[in-house]
């Protein structure tokens, strides 16, 4: 059993407000610290990786301070890894924002910007702003939410959703959740193993956003009795 | 049809204040109090805004916005005197997600953009509060309502879309605080010329005002008149929690005729029936 | 800063305390003048002023902490309840005259008495000098509540020398108005047989002496003389406006008062609403909007930050520019002032909208407002030789200010006015 003091890093990136993740870390009895430290990162029992903003600045920013490394590692070693929005969009391997970008890659499937007009051909605001229902996939043989953050959610729960971004990943295993938009379905939920990915903002998403924070909350302490130091 | 129903807070000292047209602000009640009641009774977000930010030349809302943050869990706008990056910071630090922004952005349109690239565009939300023209056009004003900018308002808001503004809300001061209904010829025009996100406020009397609005192309509902006084009258405030030299008598009997008596779980039923679709009533534990 | 020795010196015009001081707890300064008979003001006149007690509190504050703390409004409203009693008419008849301007307070005053009281005012307007379009429309609403009302407007050539003549005597330009706005209900009184006559607030609530407002009722020497040879308008006598001006009595019929023994004859009583019924102004807005469709001006008046006090005629800007530069008061000093007594905003706010908005430059009505007072030879044959420039500019305007500034208020510094005492800089006051 490990009697070191849990610790949650929280990336910060250069953009986006981390003190309201912070604060639902807090919340739900995370200890949570802000950084942009690799070191810090590859020693936590938790990674949330936020944001809202630009991909391009945002990985420039991760890929120069060496923390692009230090996520994939902890990606691979098994460490609960949640990507928020953008930070989401970030685990893909793809981005299409200005440029043809790449992301982490750590999940195969790329980035796709919403269309300006929906399938009636009726214009679609962009961003995405507001709360939606956030829904299991349809034709799943096992139920995708287990063992993840999701798992004490109730199917269709309404999440805060702001972006204009949308991910595609390349494997529909990965995609867990999905939300209706413009008159179709994307991926707002995304899941391998130790890696999980939010479109929404659980740290806006009211008692059930933070019931999310929550259930990550059991993860890290779980990883943290068992993992390999 | 999405929508947003978002209670809009004034906030003068340590007190949520309401007026009409933006004049003659009465206190109401305690912030902190009437935020809390509408993050359970299933608001969409918040905003709050410093209404003697502009005289004083700075946001005073920091204390608010930080007690807000540590037990609300909703997206949070703040406005009112924001003049420069580190005035957003601030205001983002202590727990807003957005912020708005109307006198400075006009006085200097760039400093949308350079906000909207330092923080994301999502977080830029311009404020344009407008009176009608005698010729049917609408101008733009700052400083709370009082002063003139000779901004055609629709063509201000088109401009502070392009300069990078994630969404903008739009307030037409004629129809603030009466109960009336909203502008819906100000809101459609504005809703159809800009790409973004456009909440509506100001006016709303009733529950059939905001789903007119909402009808005209506003993506959101901002209100306050319509929710605080029937939230005042709910939970009649102490007198002695105000100073002694602030008039209170109004709040014996809070109300406002045109306005209709409901509270925002009411609103939000209603809408939902006639197909307005926003964050659902959950229990809070 | 002065030295004690050079205030001394400083002249000191319209009997005006040489020591400047403000209201400990609203913004007024104690330069404030009392309100006077108009018929009396000359270029020599001195002023009353508003006092200030041991503390340093003003008596319009005192006033409003009796409005809060020690007055018997129940017993006052059943005093008003007796006196509607014993006027009101049962036979179809008005029973009540109310003057007012269409604004929030005569608003809540008409309504009220009718819908409360039971009365059947019948409400007469003096027109201002200028309508503003958003004062018309007040106006329009007011009546489209459901009064019925008589509209005096005066000649305009008579009002606009009136007026040129007050501002080059007095630099008052509101005094013609305030003269019909005295002078007309007590007329019309008699002229409809309606001897109970109803303002709405007693002015003394703004800083009269304290005992002004014990009585619920306007003393008589306020529009009412009997040897009207005598009385000044525009600070000169009537003898000399009939004389000199090309103007004749008849001209001047608007501007004079009723004849005293007619008042008394008929029972003619002018009361003040405000002695019975706790006025204030705010909720007065309120009130008229919710009851009226009374709409705020959609521009702040100039001078000041509020948009729903007395707003309907384009020469008051220039009314409250010519107090500041008479006495360093602005209309924020006024308005704040008054509010800060209601408790609608507290001294800190109070002091930073005079610090924003006291003086400011009436830029715009400026020009209207000049051609109004531009006294040219065709419209005035007569008139317009008296004056050494007939033609109002902006320029001869501002020499006429200076005319007006007191030493002991002004000083020149890098080419501008300053006022040596402000009330946001407590280092600047009064030695």
Known sequence: MSDVPQRVAIVDYGTGNLYNVHRACQHVGLQAAITVSPEEVLAADGVLLPGVGSMPHAMAFLDETGLSDALRSVAERGTPLMGICLGMQMLMEQGSEFTRHQGLGILAGEIVRFPSRDGNGTELKVPHIGWNSVRRPSGKTEDPWRDTPLEATPDGEYMYFVHSYRVVPADPRISIGVTRYGGAEFCSAVARGNVFGCQFHPERSGPHGLRLYREFARRVEAWRQVAPR | ?285 | MASPEVSEQLEVRYGLPREVKFCTRCVISNQRPNSTVEYQHTGDSKKETIRFDAEGVCDACRYAELKRTKIDWASRERQLVELCDRYRRHDGSYDCLLPGSGGKDSFYAAHVLKHKYGMHPLTVTWAPHMYTDWGWRNHQAWIHAGFDNYLCMPNGRVHRLLTRLAVENLFHPFQPFIFGQKALAPKMALLFDLPLVFYGENEAEYGNPLKDTNSALRGESYYSAENIADLHLGGTSVREVETSYGLDRNDLQPYLPANPNRLAERGVQVHYLGYYLRWHPQSCYYYAVEHGGFQASPERTTGTYSKYNSIDDKIDDFHYWTTYVKFGIGRATYDASQEIRSGDINREEGVALVRRFDGEWPERFAQQVFDYLSIGDKEFPVASRQFAQPVMDRQSFLKLADSFRSPHLWKREGGEWRLRHVVWDESSEAQ
């Open chain 2, 1 to 285: 049809m999405i929508t947003r129903i978002i209670p809009r807070l004034d906030v003068k000292g340590p007190n949520l204040v309401k007026g009409v047209h933006l004049e003659g602000l009465r206190v109401l009640g305690k912030p902190e109090a009437f935020a809390r009641q509408y993050y359970e009774q299933g608001a969409d977000e918040l905003l709050f805004m410093d209404v003697v930010a502009s005289l004083y030349g700075r946001n005073s809302l920091l204390e608010l916005v930080e007690r807000t943050a540590d037990e609300i869990f909703i997206p949070l706008a703040v406005g009112g005197g924001l003049r420069s990056l580190d005035d957003i910071r601030g205001v983002l630090r202590a727990g807003a997600d957005k912020v708005t922004l109307n006198t400075a952005a006009v006085r200097r349109p760039e400093f949308i953009s350079e906000a909207a690239r330092r923080f994301g565009s999502s977080t830029i939300v311009v404020s344009v509060e407008a009176i009608r023209r005698s010729d049917g056009s609408y101008e733009a004003y700052t400083d709370n309502g009082r002063e003139k900018t000779g901004l055609d308002a629709v063509a201000w808001a088109v401009r502070a879309a392009e300069l990078g503004a994630g969404e903008l809300v739009v307030t037409s001061i004629d129809r603030e605080g009466t109960g009336k209904g909203y502008d819906l010829d100000l809101t459609e025009r504005i809703a159809r010329a800009v790409p973004v996100p456009v909440i509506a406020c100001g006016g709303a009397g009733t529950a059939e005002h905001v789903a007119q609005v909402l009808g005209t192309g506003a993506a959101a509902a901002s209100l306050a008149s319509l929710l605080h006084y029937n939230q005042a009258r709910r939970y009649l405030a102490e007198p002695n929690q105000f100073s002694p030299e602030i008039n209170v008598a109004h709040l014996q009997r809070p109300g406002f005729a045109k306005v209709q008596d409901i509270d925002l779980i009411q609103l939000k039923a209603y809408l939902t029936d006639r197909g307005f679709v926003s964050r659902p009533l959950v229990a809070h534990v």
